[in-house]
């Protein structure tokens, strides 16, 4: 056992990976319980895709850089995210809908851009990830991002919540409810382009709303939701990380799939809300 776990940290490549699954598990598993709380996990989800095309212009604009690609995918999300908000508000359609035709559409733009400025290899990283190709730049980027949104949420995590349970008394004590909720929403959309290395765009969805929701089945604890979220996040796609190295499977797709087989014994096993449980209720 100590020789599986310490055989791959003999590579370089391997310790600047599993140091950045643990930070970016550690912050998308506290910020996942604000999306499962606002129930905003779809909405999060047509995020994450709009985020391909960014990086697309971007690439077109100013060439392939780090921070060109960054700086597209936060565009296009805020775009999308705020057009969908502008076209629900000037039709008859809901921003749901709106967003789900804007990003579809931003999406396969992006795949067409990308093929033709033939970047294929990066398209399958930006859409599945490829931690281990982190260079130690990336690492510090990941980590500053991780301080920041963390940071962010937990300095404003009582009025963020008071938002989410009762915006009404929240306005009457003077909540800025507007401001915090175009903050969140920000928050949300660095978060998951700093995920974008680990697990792409596709992918990205499940690191943000798993861990969350796989405690949210173990405890009726809020604030077990963003602690017990963010540690497991943060081990669980460390553990994955190991796991595909061990098994030699891509880490992107391992980290989502680790996290939803804790999320499956959760709600097969979970001792209040589990599966086996409310069939023992039933049988009485």
Known sequence: MIDWLTEPLQHPFNQRAILAA???GLTNGYASAFVVLKKSALKVGSLSHALLPGIAV???????????AFLGALFAALLIGLGSLAVSRGSRLDQDSSLAILYTAAFSGGIILLRRLGVTQQIDE????????????DLW????????ALGVLTALHRPLLMTLFDTEVAATLGVPIRALNYLLLAVLIVVLIASLQAVGC??????????????YLLTDSTNALFWGG???GGLASAAAVLIGWHLNLEQGPTIVLVLGTAFLLAFIFSPKYGLLKRAAANGR
């Open 22 to 24: 643990l930070l970016i």
């Open 58 to 68: 971007a690439v077109l604009v100013a060439g392939l850089h780090e921070w060109s």
């Open 126 to 137: 930006w859409l599945f990830g490829n931690i281990m190709g982190l260079r130690d730049g």
């Open 141 to 148: 980027t990941t980590f500053w991002i991780s301080c920041a």
């Open 202 to 215: 596709m992918l990205a969805l499940g690191l943000l709303v798993t861990p969350a929701a796989t405690i």
């Open 230 to 232: 963010s540690l497991l």
